[in-house]
């Protein structure tokens, strides 16, 4: 998805992370795609929404103005086990801090409307053995 703000282009991309490999992957593969962009910033949650397996990268923007803006998105979305980078082609015009929060923040709202959302359920399979003579008691 492309976001235009002051001639400077966001290309927002995203993709499943089911752990921290996966992301850095993805990310590696974006740089070698766009090796002549300005900046490439990114944030991810690899796992379950509630995971603390989380990162970002301002990707050389000024600190605190795209990773961090990007990864709060993410973690008010609902969503977990993806991954979010932004590759940002500058157009001349600086934005400011306030300007790349929000250019960052806006980006990844944009891209995450349009991700379908599946529910998962963690499921954990049991093997119980016990003697014939109380099968009444554990069917019930």
């Known amino acids: 998805m492309e976001l235009d703000v002051k001639r400077s282009k966001f290309l927002t991309f995203a993709a499943p992370a089911f752990n921290r490999q996966e992301a850095d992957d993805f990310i590696r593969a974006l740089r070698k795609q766009h090796p002549h962009a300005n900046h490439v910033c990114w944030a991810y949650i690899a796992g379950a929404p509630n995971t603390t397996i989380r990162s970002m990268s301002d990707g050389g923007e000024p600190s605190g103005t795209a990773g961090m803006p990007m990864l709060k998105v993410l973690e008010y979305s609902g969503y977990g086990d993806i991954v979010v ?7 001349g015009t600086k934005l400011g801090t306030g300007g790349l ?3 960052y923040s806006d980006a990844v709202s944009r891209v995450l ?3 379908p959302m599946k529910l998962k359920v963690a499921r954990t399979t049991l093997l119980l053995i016990y003697d014939y003579t109380h099968d009444g008691s554990i069917s019930r």
């Open 85 to 91: 980078a932004i590759v940002r082609y500058f157009g």
């Open 113 to 115: 409307t349009v991700l």
């Open 101 to 103: 929060q929000r250019a």
